[in-house]
């Protein structure tokens, strides 16, 4: 992919520049922080990581972080891993989330949307009523600092509520969506022990009911810490034996009370999708996740008490923790609980229309998914609120760029973003005051140090390289659970770079400062010493309208030769033949490079996913190259299990 791509597809004008919260906190910073006041983002992203303890202070003063009891420095010990914020300070992530409501307590802190139903709102001060007395009563069953509570819960108040309660009684949140099945979610909160259980009885999706009462119950036996189950009757049911109802422990009229956590004390556990083995349980904490996301939403997103911010979701994906951090900024955030595609293709664009949503997230499978249905945005909705689209899940291709920019609006900031749940935030993205380029990330974040580095740990500019982040970021993870000496702690990102955080993506920085993610580096192509991103394979043949989706892989062959196969998924009615063979190979040949036309195109019945909605590419390489079904895979972080059956079957073949 070229880097040199001079034309900006999107500027911003010179009001939005002025009128951006990053704008104005470069100036302020620059008064009382020393921070540069010429010289634009560039030069604010350099400071921020020259001054690291300079930019984060001014972070939280800026924000107006509440320390209840005072910080003694900003960062203690800098060393990755174990970097130490702001040692000695105390505070809470949800008495921050909930600060709106001391001013506008009858404005909308939630819009529920499901696939049936018009918005609807949860006020902050209602939302903040909830929070308290569910809190009270979380500590009334003996809930303490530290100890796990969990939930079994789609996209829907009630979760925001119960994560927020769980914060502020300084116990430790964990979520699972319920299309998850019993096995990859006892897979995660076996590991945590939780003494709570919030569930639902089913979820409304796809335009159908999906009764969950019978994994609920398996939940109930298998995880022996629970002291209590909370059942929210989603589906109308009544609550089982010995389950509590969540009516009665949210309506008492109570004053939320937040116990005052040091800053490194865990906030939440996140899942990574743990292909093969048991999940990580990666937790972070609660003042590293409230300056980070202050800084990503409030800076980078430009949110603010005017805006309505809505990405498409799961409780079982750290975007959901991400969309509830909006509520640190004072926006409204927009909950939809349903399918992306009910009743049609555009189901995510009629969302954001009706809750007049100006930040609209997504993932680049969705939108490229809706160029290849036809689907005209601006025709069919009103999209006058949105000011900003943002991608992530994977990288958004050129084609998904041009197709927002033609079918939404001219004048529309596209924001591609790219991170990761081990940090719940992002490496690099939006910067409203950037332009943006066709097939770029805008820049990397403030405060974040990345780097493309070649095997040798040697920086590389408009080259392909691993990304690295040089120096901490305070969400990056305390610890895993279960991990007593920090060993697969450090194992997963610091074994490659000692003291520097290797990620597993391949980037290029470019001389303009913009950033390209060309996929994951543990599955790159590498064909005669050329290294390349699958994702730049993915783009150019998923252009092809016969193909649904497809996968690709690199398989070192024992006798020192190399096995590429592509793998495609066809849309209905569409062949695999002779012309259209020709057409793939013909289009990987001119538009990326000879050298990675594949050695074989085979047809399959479909491409397996991370719950979370990832290709995966090793578990099939490891399932090609002879490994075992139940050693390559985890089979409770797969979507479709029986989809796995087929590269088993043609490995045996091949053997």
């Known amino acids: 992919m070229s880097t040199a791509n001079p034309l900006p597809l999107w500027q911003p004008d010179p009001e939005r520049i002025a009128q951006a919260q990053i704008t104005k906190f470069q100036a302020w910073a620059a008064e009382r922080h020393g921070a540069p006041s010429e010289g634009g983002y560039a030069a604010l992203h350099r400071w921020s990581v020259d001054q690291l303890d300079t930019f984060w202070k001014a972070v939280t003063e800026w924000f107006d972080v509440r320390f209840s009891a005072p910080y003694a420095r900003v960062l203690g010990d800098r060393s990755m891993p174990g970097a130490q914020w702001f040692p000695g300070g105390t505070l809470n992530y949800a008495e921050h989330a909930l600060r709106a409501a001391t001013t506008r307590g009858e404005e909308p802190a939630l819009l529920y949307v499901d696939e049936t139903h018009e918005p609807r709102p949860v006020t902050w001060s209602e939302l903040r009523r909830q929070v308290g007395s569910l809190a009270a009563e979380l500590r009334a069953l003996g809930v303490r600092p530290g100890d796990r509570v969990s939930g079994y819960l789609p996209n829907i108040p009630q979760a925001v509520v119960a994560l927020l309660a769980t914060a502020a009684v300084g116990a430790v949140w964990t979520s699972c969506a319920p299309d998850f099945g019993a096995r990859s979610v006892l897979d995660r909160f076996q590991q945590v022990e939780p003494v709570v259980l919030f569930t639902v009885d089913g979820y409304r999706y796809g335009g159908k009911e999906h009764d969950r009462r019978d994994i609920v119950a398996e939940l109930r036996r298998e995880l022996p810490t629970l002291r209590a189950v909370v059942h929210i009757p989603l589906l109308g049911t009544a609550a089982p034996e010995g389950a509590l109802e969540w009516s009665t422990l949210t309506s008492p009229d109570v004053d939320p009370v937040f116990e005052q956590v040091p800053f490194d004390h865990p906030l939440w556990v996140l899942y990574s999708s743990g292909t093969t083995g048991l999940p990580k349980a990666i937790v972070q904490s609660q003042g590293g996740i409230l300056v980070e996301h202050l800084k990503q939403l409030g800076l980078h997103c430009d949110l603010g008490p005017e805006d309505r911010f809505f990405w498409y979701t799961s409780t079982g994906w750290m975007m959901w923790n991400f969309l509830v951090s909006g509520l640190l900024t004072g926006t409204t955030i927009v909950l939809y609980d349903g399918s992306p595609g009910h ?309 045996r073949k091949r053997a």
């Open 343 to 651: 009743p049609d293709t555009g189901a995510q664009w009629r969302v954001a229309e009706r809750t007049g949503a100006t930040l609209f997230g997504t993932s680049a499978a969705y939108v490229m998914a809706c160029r290849k249905a036809g689907v005209h945005p601006s025709r069919d909705f009103d999209l006058s609120t949105v000011q900003c689209v943002a991608t992530t899940g994977s990288p958004l291709p050129p084609d998904g760029f041009r197709w927002l920019h033609d079918e939404v609006r001219e004048d529309l900031w596209i924001a591609s973003v790219s991170g990761g749940t081990d940090v719940c935030s992002c490496f690099a993205g939006a910067v409203p005051t950037l332009p943006v380029h066709i097939g770029e990330l805008q820049a990397p974040c403030l405060g974040t140090d990345l780097q493309s580095w070649d095997p040798s740990g040697k920086p590389l500019i408009d080259e392909v390289g691993e990304l690295v982040v040089t120096h901490p970021m305070p969400s990056m993870p305390i610890y895993f659970w279960n991990d007593p000496d920090g060993s697969r702690y450090h194992d997963s990102y610091f074994a490659m770079y000692p003291g520097v955080w290797r990620h597993g993506d391949w980037i290029t920085l470019t001389s303009r400062g913009s950033v390209i993610i060309h996929g994951r580096s543990d599955s790159t192509l590498n064909r005669q010493g050329v290294r390349m991103g699958s994702a730049d394979i993915y783009e150019v043949v998923e252009r092809l309208p016969e193909i649904k989706e497809s996968l690709v892989i690199g398989i070192e062959q024992p006798d020192g030769g190399y096995w590429m196969p592509l793998f495609v998924h066809l849309i209905p009615g569409a062949v695999l033949d002779d012309a259209l063979l020709n057409r793939i190979k013909q289009t990987i040949r001119e538009q990326l490079s000879p050298r990675h036309v594949p050695d074989e195109i085979i047809e399959v019945p479909g491409v397996p996913h991370t719950l979370t909605g990832k290709r995966i590419e090793v578990p099939v390489k490891r399932l090609l190259q002879g490994t075992p079904l139940e050693k390559a895979v985890n089979p409770g972080s797969i979507d479709n299990l029986d989809l796995l059956g087929f590269y088993e079957d043609l490995a």
